[in-house]
């Protein structure tokens, strides 16, 4: 079973199965928009990755990178076991939609790798192109990979997705900031795109792992609205050596940014019991327009740090607490309550090591959890730290057993209750 999986997944030769072919078709007749369906529930286990082997996979979309016309590169987002040697070098072979120009082999080389540590055993590593040439990459149909400097016994079909400078499809969104496992709780992930939702996020991406299927249809209203996507990720055993235990989780930040340059303006990245809260503005994209400014910054910034507020004790919001008293509000007590009204007391946790951040997706190459990783620095400053009176990262853990205590007063906050109306329709 395992071989027949491995052969269907990294086939060599020209690309032939007919799953290949059905790939590139789609990929064609959708042309650049590909990359928006691309990866979404349901997709198989070759529809995803391509497997060297067990200890090291590519991911089955590259990235053609036009923001700079003088620094054209492909790039890809590869998983290496870090318990093995580094992974082994990588040929790209691209491929072009007309006859008359033959498939052009090139190597790669790390454009930043061995990412993360941690209870993760695997990492994500950053592949590129060397700098391409107009004629290189024109009329670029695809690519395949290959172990061999030749490029032969090339593996099955990559499409490619094009990022270059477009209006925005949407000025604010988020991502979930590791995969979803079997074990997910169907309530807490419904709270978290309530919430987002309320304060401005367009699109909400979220990626499953196997056995997290059900995801999928408990967020089916809002898939069909179009404010949520749902993408299999499906790092696991059954093509790695085992776990790993975020499920790589540093390549879901990684394709999670890179799919969205150019369509997000700003991508937020957190975990289902954070939140992005405007304190001044109802919306995350209005706080931005104030502070992403030349009057606030003469170059603009690539990361928006967010100090991270942690939510404490035991104290329901007063307005909740009146309506669940009152009975004004059916919705308050037809389901469990959200942990975001539970809590009314808490303290700022400062520096970059607890901070959560707003991407400018176009200003990175590579994010991680508190920062970015790699940005273009010749045209953006690192980060804008936001002031704690502006924006904050609501932070609700279900217990602080292994968290620190707050080493700066606590205090009382209502803020929450500004969207109790978009969350629940009442008045209260």
């Given amino acids: 079973m395992v071989r027949q999986l491995v052969a269907s997944i990294f086939s060599f030769g020209r690309p032939h199965e007919r799953s290949d072919h059905k790939l590139l078709s789609a990929w064609r007749a959708l042309d650049v928009g590909y990359y928006k369906k691309a990866f979404h529930h349901p997709q198989t ?14 991911r089955r979309l590259g990235y053609l990178d036009l923001r700079d016309v003088e620094n054209v590169t492909i790039r890809l987002i590869t998983m290496q076991d870090k318990r093995k040697a580094p992974p082994v070098a990588l040929y790209i072979n691209i491929h072009y939609n007309t006859m008359w120009k033959r498939p052009h082999c090139m190597p790669t080389q790390w454009d930043y ?18 700098l391409l040439f107009q004629t290189q990459y024109e009329s670029l149909s695809h690519i395949t990979v290959s172990t061999n400097n030749d490029c032969s016994s090339e593996s099955g079909v990559i ?15 988020v991502c979930l900031h590791k995969g979803i496992g079997p074990d997910f709780k169907p309530k807490i992930l419904l709270d978290y795109v309530k919430m987002h939702l309320a304060v401005g996020a367009e699109i909400i991406t979220i990626y499953i792992q196997t056995g997290a299927e059900g995801v999928y249809d408990i967020l089916l209203p809002y898939i069909n609205k179009g404010t949520v996507e749902v993408l299999d990720w499906k790092l696991e055993p059954n093509i790695t050596n085992g776990g790993s235990h975020h499920y790589g989780q540093t390549g879901v930040l990684a394709e999670c940014l890179w799919r969205n340059t150019y ?15 405007p304190l001044k503005h109802k919306t995350i994209s209005e706080l931005m327009s104030d502070i992403d400014t030349p009057q606030v910054s003469k170059t603009p910034a690539a990361t928006f740090g967010f100090p991270n507020f942690m939510m404490k004790g035991n104290e329901t919001l007063p307005k909740v607490s009146k309506a669940l008293q009152s009975g004004t509000c059916p919705q308050l007590r037809n389901e469990p309550i959200a942990i975001y009204y539970t809590r009314s007391r808490g303290c700022v946790l400062r520096g970059r090591a607890v901070q959560k951040v707003v991407f ?19 045209e953006y400053i690192e980060e804008y730290k936001l002031p704690e009176d502006t924006g904050l990262s609501y932070h609700y853990r279900s217990h602080w057993k292994k968290y620190k205590s707050c080493s700066v007063p606590e205090y009382h906050t209502t803020v929450i209750e ?6 629940t329709g009442c008045d209260i």
């Fill in 45 to 58: 286990i070759d529809d995803l990755w391509i497997l060297v082997s067990r200890d090291y996979i590519v």
């Fill in 113 to 130: 790798g061995a990412i993360g540590g941690g209870y993760d055993n695997y990492e994500n590593y950053l592949l590129k192109t060397d």
């Fill in 159 to 173: 499409p490619i997705q094009t990022i270059k400078p477009k209006e925005y499809d949407y000025n604010f969104g």
């Fill in 263 to 277: 369509r997000v303006k700003y991508l937020g990245m957190n975990d289902a019991d954070e939140f992005f809260i």
């Fill in 360 to 378: 400018r997706p176009v200003a990175i190459y590579l994010p991680w959890v508190h920062c970015q990783i790699k940005f273009r620095s010749w």
């Fill in 418 to 423: 500004k969207y109790i109306k978009i969350l």
